[in-house]
């Protein structure tokens, strides 16, 4: 087992820079995650990792070792793919098998260790099928045996659940950490699903456009996103953005929404934003849960005011509401008997303890 | 609601359904038409072979009616089964076809996989290369190798010409392309991910190729290999130009030259010669046919 670090690292292809130069430490037995968009360069950083790809700029160490030059083969990593990849012409067994059967392991050893890997996936009566007899989830497994066996000091993951249902693949999202709570060998896992990196990760890679965008755990990520991209990115529903400037009104520092709409600041954040160019084009970041119902005694930092719901959808444990403030749609959370009906207005609460105050033009969480 | 959706739904459907297998049942007696105009074509100069091979040479000399045997007798074949001449004919083209199909494979699988997979600088223009190769017909070559050849012999006393295995350098210039192209799109057919994870599982390109790329491609393989044998088996027009001693010949050309003297024909022997050398490549078939199953590649990934 191994810490994984990449130093500016940097992938061209011909014209287009797919990966701008990455910092990224990964520590032994971490298990980290890369989120983002479509086509942000996940992948492709997650298969230098690998040494499937050369690396155009910058150094990624595995165990302290420099292995830009290494082959795969040389690296002591495993990697599961998005569509398993398993041999068509061996068996669940041989697959599982394979490359200790290259580097010569003792028959002994091999069977030892497949027999485990099997019992730990719960495919022990699968072992002597072909892939093609096997359903989509039991195929990840088998891909996932066939890493664990190896006993490497790096796992790979790249969307390893993304061709499964929506069902089996929480049921293997939990499979996958008790794994790695098992195992713990070092794991860098892609995908794009916020969810799946939040209910993994001990520490989430957010990238975007070949760049990471920030690195923290996932609650840093959730409650302290350093940019817009981030903070709409992470949590579902998302954040809520809404235009605003700030303005000091009887000589309480306030977030003005709209001509009838301003809200005066908690003293925490007020102090915060206090050197914020009043004339500034700011946005208001609100996640769902913190636009509720307005409640009979307000807590401090919690402001009211009324609101024409456009649309609600019951969820069943609450309901959520959509309603327009200065052209932006903005998503609430209530409770179900509060009586949020649509077209109708409603009476409602922000806990702007928990806001979060954006540079419109940069992006940046002030 | 739901409901409603069904009952309207229904009654187009089974109207649609009427009419796609009204399509369906014409198509299939066109399908049938075809295939048996084909098969009476295709079959009709075999059994005229097979019928003929049975008759003694009075009989097909005899203005009898050419589709009946009168008189059947099995001396064609003794006769030809008891020639050494004949039988050394059968041997030639066996080693020939075993030996070409081999050199074959040895050449167009390894190449296949470099061209499909080891991106290399300008491995896209050379596949396509390989193939045009194999367009140019052995009509416009032979004139031209056979020089080669002669020159060849010259310079170095290696004695090519009239040698039959000239044909094992001659044949893959007609297979190896061919067979390379077929490979080529088996190879490309394997998802890039099977060989990615064979190379992190520690596979070399050899091993890769070896223990994954043939097993998984094995129908394209044996395609590959029939087409080989076939070509070599039935190739005509090197072996009458590059050799001429009878103990040289194979067969297609042997029978041609021993069994037409002048403008004698001994018509009851060039039939049983040409049925018997078509069974070799018929034996190949339906035992290769065995394995020649689609879709061997199933359950490698999702798709
Ligand atoms: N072989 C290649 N040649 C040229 N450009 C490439 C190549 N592979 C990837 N790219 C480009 O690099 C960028 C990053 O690709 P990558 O596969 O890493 O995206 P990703 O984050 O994994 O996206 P996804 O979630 O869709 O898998 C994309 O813009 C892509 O078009
Ligand atoms: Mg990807």
């Known amino acids: ?366 | 609601m739901t409901t409603a959706t069904i009952d309207k739904a229904a009654p187009t459907r089974t109207v649609k359904y009427g009419s796609m297998s009204r399509d369906r049942a014409w198509a299939l007696r066109w399908s049938y038409f075809f295939l048996v105009i084909f098969a009476i074509f295709f079959l009709t100069p075999p059994i005229y072979m097979f019928i003929t091979s049975l008759k003694s040479s009075a009989e097909i000399s005899a203005a009898t009616n050419p589709w009946w045997v009168f008189h059947p007798t099995l001396e064609n074949y003794t006769g030809l089964l008891t020639s050494n001449q004949f039988l050394r004919f059968f041997w030639n083209s066996a080693i020939v076809s075993i030996f070409v199909v081999t050199i074959t494979m040895l050449i167009a699988v390894p190449a296949a996989f470099a061209l499909s997979r080891m991106r290399f600088w300008g491995s896209a223009t050379l596949a396509t290369g390989v193939f045009l190769t194999y367009l140019i017909p052995e009509t416009l070559l032979f004139i031209p190798l056979f020089k080669m050849f002669a020159v060849v012999g010259d310079w170095t006393g290696v004695q090519l010409i009239n040698r039959w295995y000239v044909l094992l350098i001659l044949y893959p210039t007609l297979t190896v392309p061919f067979c390379t192209w077929i490979m080529i799109g088996y190879f490309a057919s394997i998802p890039k991910e099977l060989d990615e994870a064979a190379i992190i599982d520690g596979a070399s390109w050899f091993q890769t190729l070896t223990r994954i790329f043939i097993p998984v491609a094995l129908p394209g393989l044996i395609a590959a290999t029939i087409f080989a044998f076939t070509v070599s088996w039935a190739q005509f027009l090197y072996p009458l130009v590059f050799t001429t001693s009878t103990d040289q010949l194979v067969m297609p050309v042997g029978i041609i030259t021993t069994l037409i003297k002048g403008d004698v024909f001994n018509w009851g022997q060039i039939m049983t010669g040409a049925l018997l050398g078509a069974a070799p490549p018929l034996i190949i078939y339906a035992f290769l046919m065995d394995y020649y199953i689609a879709g061997l590649t199933a359950g490698a990934t999702k798709g």
């Open chain 1, 1 to 366: 087992m191994a810490d994984v670090t990449l130093r500016k690292v940097v992938k061209r292809y011909d014209e287009v820079e797919a990966v701008r130069g990455i910092d990224l430490d990964i520590a032994d037995h971490e298990f980290v995650v890369l989120v983002g968009p479509s086509g942000c360069g996940k992948s492709t950083t997650l298969r230098m990792i690998a040494g499937l790809e050369d690396i155009s700029d910058g150094d990624i160490m595995i165990g302290g070792d420099v292995v830009n030059d290494v082959p795969p083969k040389d690296r002591d990593i495993a990697m599961v793919f998005q569509n398993y990849a398993l041999y068509p012409h061996m068996t669940v067994a041989e697959n599982m098998s394979f490359g200790l059967r290259l580097k010569r392991y003792p028959k002994a050893e091999i069977k030892s260790r497949v027999d485990e890997a099997a019992r730990m996936l719960d495919i022990v009566e699968l072992v002597d099928r072909k892939p093609k007899q096997l359903s989509g989830g039991q195929r990840q497994r088998v891909a996932m045996g066939r890493a664990i066996v190896r006993n490497p000091k790096v796992f790979l993951f790249d969307e390893p659940l993304s061709n499964l249902d929506a069902k089996l693949r929480v049921q293997m999202r939990i499979e996958i950490k008790k794994v790695h709570q098992k195992v713990r060998t070092t794991t860098v896992y892609v995908t794009h699903d916020q969810v799946e990196a939040m209910t993994l990760a001990d520490r989430v890679v957010v990238m975007n456009h070949g760049r990471i965008e920030q690195i923290g755990t996932p609650n840093e990520l959730y409650h302290k996103p350093a940019t817009k991209f981030v903070a709409s990115f992470i949590g579902s529903p998302a954040m809520n953005f809404v235009p605003c400037r700030l303005e000091d009104l009887a000589g309480k520092l306030h977030v003005r929404l709209t001509d009838r709409i301003a809200f005066p600041l908690p003293p925490a954040r007020a102090a915060r934003y206090q050197g914020i160019p009043r004339t500034d084009k700011l946005l208001l970041g609100l996640r769902p849960e913190h636009i509720t119902e307005a409640k009979p005694h307000a807590e401090p930092g919690v402001e009211a005011f009324d609101a024409v719901l456009d649309v609600t959808e019951p969820m069943g444990m609450e309901t959520l509401i959509y309603f327009t403030l200065e052209g932006a749609q903005v998503c609430g959370r209530v409770n179900p008997n509060a009586g949020a009906q649509d077209g109708a207005p409603l009476r409602l609460a922000v806990d702007l303890n928990n806001m979060h105050l954006l540079n419109e033009v940069t992006g940046v969480v002030l």
